[in-house]
């Protein structure tokens, strides 16, 4: 007997047809941010799915909120509760709530604490004694730890790959020695104005961590030639980012070390390091000739045209160069520019406060810089917007030129 049309025909919800695994499936395929949000305003199942599967989240919140918070997002392998440098909020992350996160964020990988002023070596020590598989983790301008905090997570998360400690005035040597006992795939430290680490302490950590590839010693200002030359030489294979900035004790055996080990360097900071001259930025150059993209070296009252005609003329995967305040710099250290054959692929140029340099060094930079983004030629009394019009000079359409200080610059080589 055939069926009547109009008999009801029994209608599904997807959530019948579709388990978790599937609709697991359907969430990790979504690229887009905003689409992974509304996908949990379904219903509470998708809520659920959605929470379970989330790696990332950014929160301010006290420890009972933490534990909540750790009880629907299971998986949870990042957790930034970072606070701005300039204000903050009250009370802030504290000492409990970092208990909190240590026994209820099991997956935890990636943890950042930037600027928790409030935070002391007793809840870095909960964090050590549970958070064993923690791969990074952020304490910069934490002003309150010491080293009897940061050796606890030293000691207890072995798997540690990033580190950065920038304005933790009480880290010392000890944290080396531990972090090469402990942490032999660290890869990136960062100890900007870390004053209490020496050479002794450099040397006794690429004894064991010899995987750095990014090494941020900015204003260590008890680091000289001998320390640099030990992290040089320790990790010749993988070092790919050093900033020395105002380490005003390191010298040309540093960069000499580094011409002779790290020919894979990419990014290297010597702004105020004064002592360095053209001789060994010469050696650094052709060393490094096919990998260094980043170089900011203002203040290096040494260096002249003879070293940067050498470094143009070799590093053409040059993107970032800083040359602000070297006084010595004039117009012939462009003089190989210029040609159809020569072209670089700098994108950011500062030249301010280089009284030598004039409109026509800049007329022969630009032929062979079609790519420039950023240049910075303020307090170059030479070089003026008039002048610049007056000879007719074509700046890249995408370029901005930083005449007067009016422009942001780029944050690139802090």
């Known amino acids: 007997m055939a069926s009547n049309q109009n008999d009801a025909v029994p209608l599904h919800s997807i959530n019948d047809n579709l388990g978790d ?30 929470s379970t599967e989330r790696k990332k989240l950014c929160v301010r919140a006290g420890p009972h909120m933490l534990g909540r918070i750790a009880a629907r997002f299971i998986r949870l392998r990042e957790l930034d509760l970072s606070q701005s440098v300039s204000r903050s909020f009250y009370p802030g992350v504290t000492d409990s709530d970092l208990e909190v996160i240590a026994t209820s964020f099991s997956c935890l990988r ?10 002391t070596d007793k809840g870095l020590a909960a964090i050590g ?32 790959r990033t580190l950065h400690l920038a304005g933790c005035r009480f880290a010392s040597d000890s944290l080396m020695k531990a972090l090469s006992n402990n942490c032999r795939n660290v890869e990136e430290l960062g100890l900007q104005g870390c004053t209490n680490i020496t050479n002794a302490g450099l040397s006794v950590l690429v004894k064991g961590c010899r995987k750095i590839k990014h090494l941020d010693v900015n204003k260590c200002i008890s ?25 005003y004790k390191v010298g040309d055996d540093s960069i ?5 080990y790290c020919k894979g360097l990419e990014t290297l900071v010597i702004g105020g390091c004064r002592n360095i001259s053209d001789e060994s930025m010469k050696s650094l150059a052709a060393a490094c000739s096919g990998s260094l993209k980043k170089l900011r070296m203002d203040w290096c009252l040494n260096i002249t045209d003879s070293s940067l005609d050498c470094i143009l003329s070799k590093c ?20 190989q520019l210029g040609s159809e054959n020569f072209m670089l692929g700098l994108k950011i140029l500062k030249v301010s406060n280089c009284p030598k340099i004039t409109i026509e060094g800049i007329k022969k930079l630009l032929k062979s810089c079609e790519y420039l983004e950023y240049l910075d030629v303020r307090s170059c009394p030479l070089i003026t917007k008039a002048g610049c ?18 422009l942001a610059e780029p944050d690139v080589l802090h």
């Open 21 to 50: 695994d599937e609709l697991r499936a359907v969430l990790t395929r979504l690229e887009n941010q905003k689409d992974k949000e509304v996908f949990g305003l379904v219903c509470k199942r998708w809520l659920y799915i959605q």
């Open 110 to 119: 990636i943890l950042n604490l930037h600027s928790c002023k409030g935070i």
């Open 129 to 160: 004694s549970n958070l064993s598989s923690l791969q990074s983790l952020d304490v910069s301008y934490c002003r309150k730890i010491t080293d009897k905090g940061l050796l606890a997570v030293a000691e207890g998360c072995r798997d540690l």
């Open 223 to 247: 680091i000289d030639d001998i320390g640099i030359s030990s992290v040089s030489e320790a990790c010749s294979l993988t070092l790919k980012t050093l900033k020395l900035l105002d380490c």
């Open 256 to 260: 000499l070390s580094l011409a002779n």
């Open 316 to 335: 053409r995967k040059l993107e970032v160069l800083d040359i602000g305040c070297c006084e010595e710099v004039t117009d012939a250290a462009f003089q």
């Open 389 to 406: 019009e007056e000879a007719g000079i074509q700046f890249p359409e995408s370029c901005k030129i930083n005449f007067t200080g009016n």
